[in-house]
């Protein structure tokens, strides 16, 4: 935001100050750039107990490799992967370096986020980039992450 004062508009029926929201350029600057998808993930996996860093440049031997939009760990469990604000973004042809970025970090799950639902076709074809690199496939999409996910129940003694 600009940081300039501003002053209030009052309520005719109540005397008190009416605000009215509006979306800072902060996060509209976020939305722009597709950071929505990332976040969201972030916090669904936070909320469940795992450390999440968004937006990790790989390199590999000094070489950059390329980045992950979310690189993470909860446990023994490290993850990797993309995140898109559409599935239409999900485009076959960067399954196999999407989920290669995965494997280079040494990663046991491979995370497809987005924030609508994605295609089962497009799950398939996910499903086989991951199978053909012996890594497990994770998918994060609206029904995860805009609705409240129930935690997974905890193992009895």
Same mark, same amino acid.
């Given at each position: 935001?600009c ?5 209030y508009?009052?309520d005719?029926?109540?005397g008190e ?6 979306v800072n350029?902060? @996060?509209?600057? &976020?939305?722009?750039? =597709?950071?929505l998808?990332p ?6 996996? $936070? !909320?469940?107990? +795992? ?7 790989i390199?590999r031997?000094?070489?950059d490799?390329?980045? @992950?939009?979310? &690189?993470?760990?909860? =446990?023994e469990t490290?993850?990797a ?5 559409? $599935? !239409?973004?999900? +485009?076959a ?22 924030l609508?639902?994605?295609?089962k076709e497009t ?7 991951c ?13 995860e ?13």
């Open positions: 935001g940081g300039a004062g501003a002053a508009d009052m005719d029926n109540t100050p009416a605000l009215y929201y509006r350029t902060l @996060v509209q600057t &976020l939305s722009h750039n =597709g950071g998808a976040l969201a993930a972030t916090a669904l996996l $936070a !909320s469940e107990g +795992a450390n999440v860093v968004p937006g990790a440049q390199f031997d000094g070489t490799a390329g980045e @992950v939009d979310l &690189l993470g760990w909860r =446990g490290l993850f992967g993309e995140a898109k604000m559409s $599935a !239409s973004q999900m +485009a042809a960067d399954h196999d370096k999407d989920v290669s970025k995965s494997v280079l970090v040494g990663a046991d799950d491979h995370l497809a986020v987005c609508e639902p994605i295609p799950c398939d074809a996910l499903q086989s980039a199978d053909r690199a012996a890594i497990n496939l994770v998918v994060l999409d609206s029904p992450l805009l609705l409240a996910r129930q935690p997974s129940p905890k193992p009895t003694t």
